[in-house]
């Protein structure tokens, strides 16, 4: 379980929550169908297919011709705020945006699964399948084994 935690950590908690930890700009996993191991295994081998309307993202072409991706968090008749996925805000003026368009694509990558090894993606279900007490009481060992 712990070893699990890790690789969520690594490959997924820098954009999601479970268990209370993690980044927010997916959405939190803790209520999600996560026992079901054919949608955990479509949502990660092809996130784009099916994209929540709350998480679309979009894409901005500024007037410096520069191109950014991510979540709309704001929009203001003054300004729109992207969220990107290494969790930065981009404040972009109206003024300064060429064009605002939806991506096809989601802003969670494909091909996670591929970079890790058999064991690890092993672990990772094991760890997302858990259940919260499970995985708190995998919390209070790792911090155990710290001392
Ligand atoms: C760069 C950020 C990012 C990373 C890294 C990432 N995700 Fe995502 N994920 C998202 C976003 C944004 C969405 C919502 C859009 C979508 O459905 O594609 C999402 C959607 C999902 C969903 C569907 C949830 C729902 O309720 O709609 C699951 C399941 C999921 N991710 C699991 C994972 C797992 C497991 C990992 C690690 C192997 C991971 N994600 C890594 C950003 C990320």
């Known amino acids: 379980m712990v070893k699990g935690k890790k ?3 690594q490959t997924c908690g820098t954009c999601h929550k479970l268990f209370e930890e993690g980044n927010a700009i997916g959405p939190d996993l ?3 169908d996560r026992k079901n191991t054919d949608y955990l295994l479509e949502q990660i081998v092809n996130p784009s297919v099916y994209i929540r309307p709350e998480y679309v993202s979009y894409e901005v ?23 990107d996925k290494n969790n930065e805000r981009h404040v972009l003026p109206r ?6 368009r939806e991506s096809q694509v989601s802003l969670m990558p494909d091909g996670l699964l591929e970079a890790l090894q058999p ?9 997302m399948q858990s259940n919260e007490s499970v995985a708190a009481s ?6 155990e084994s710290r001392k």
């Open 119 to 127: 064991q690890q993606v092993m672990d990772l279900f094991a760890y």
């Open 30 to 32: 803790t209520s999600a």
């Open 95 to 100: 003024g300064q945006i060429k064009q605002l």
């Open 61 to 83: 072409e500024t007037g410096a011709d520069q191109i950014l991706t991510g979540l709309m968090v704001e929009s203001t008749t003054a300004a729109v705020t992207l969220l």
């Open 138 to 143: 995998a919390k209070s060992q790792s911090l």
């Open 7 to 9: 690789v969520f950590q």
